[in-house]
T-cell receptor, first 116, second 116 residues
Framework: AQTVTQSQPEMSVQEAETVTLSCTYD???????LFWYKQPPSRQMILVIR??????QNATENRFSVNFQKAAKSFSLKISDSQLGDAAMYFC?????????????FGTGTRLTIIP | DTGVSQNPRHKITKRGQNVTFRCDPI?????LYWYRQTLGQGPEFLTY????????KSRLLSDRFSAERPKGSFSTLEIQRTEQGDSAMYLC??????????????FGPGTRLTVT
């Protein structure tokens, strides 16, 4: 079974600084997708960024980028120029790529606090 | 596009009672997923549908739980004889089907269940 591990229950960063959230996963599959989701307090979960395992290039979305290390099974999220609105729980998630195996497996999350 | 909606947003029930939650996915999405999230944890997969067909069920979905998607549009999740351990946030998500090139799951705001 696939597992996703987020070893940092809480992180904090000064506004405008950069922070990196860690995620490791375990799988025997070669093709899969990885995601970072953001869950603000009392609000719904939204997708921040996704990475296809077959792509070597790291995904970027504005201030958000990932460091995908397939051999190490590591998928970290870097947030640049942190803003107060980035405060949230961040979940790393994994999904197999083949049809019929579409469930997301989530880590336990990292609570990110932005210090003004 | 109004996003994924869930009703009710909050439900308080006494142990032993039955409860039913509803999820309305994004209109063109044929995939619908249910997850359960307990405090301090990431969401855990319960079940998912392609149109009206239930394609996968987690072992978490005991025989007290049943989910339906009768016309391939909205879905209901029923919990019979609720127990205190059922207290959690129940999340619904939807996505476009396989072959569309899109596999992002869009989440609803969740239904928070408290069993007293």
């Amino acid at each position: 079974a696939q597992t996703v591990t987020q070893s940092q229950p809480e992180m904090s960063v000064q506004e405008a600084e950069t922070v990196t959230l860690s995620c490791t996963y375990d799988t025997s599959e070669s093709d899969y997708y990885l995601f970072w989701y953001k869950q603000p307090p009392s609000r719904q979960m939204i997708l921040v960024i996704r990475q296809e395992a077959y792509k070597q290039q790291n995904a970027t979305e504005n201030r958000f980028s990932v460091n995908f290390q397939k051999a190490a099974k590591s998928f970290s999220l870097k947030i640049s120029d942190s803003q107060l609105g980035d405060a949230a729980m961040y979940f790393c998630a994994y999904r197999r790529a083949n049809f019929g195996n579409e469930k997301l497996t989530f880590g336990t999350g990292t609570r990110l606090t932005i210090i003004p | 596009d109004t996003g994924v909606s869930q009703n009710p947003r909050h439900k308080i029930t006494k142990r032993g009672q039955n409860v039913t939650f509803r999820c309305d996915p994004i209109s063109e999405h044929n995939r619908l997923y249910w997850y359960r999230q307990t405090l301090g944890q990431g969401p855990e997969f319960l079940t998912y549908f392609q149109n009206e067909a239930q394609l996968e069920k987690s072992r978490l979905l005991s025989d007290r739980f049943s989910a339906e998607r009768p016309k391939g549009s909205f879905s209901t999740l029923e919990i019979q004889r609720t127990e205190q351990g059922d207290s959690a946030m129940y999340l619904c998500a939807s996505s476009l089907g396989a072959g569309t090139g899109s596999y992002e799951q869009y989440f609803g705001p969740g239904t928070r269940l408290t069993v007293t």
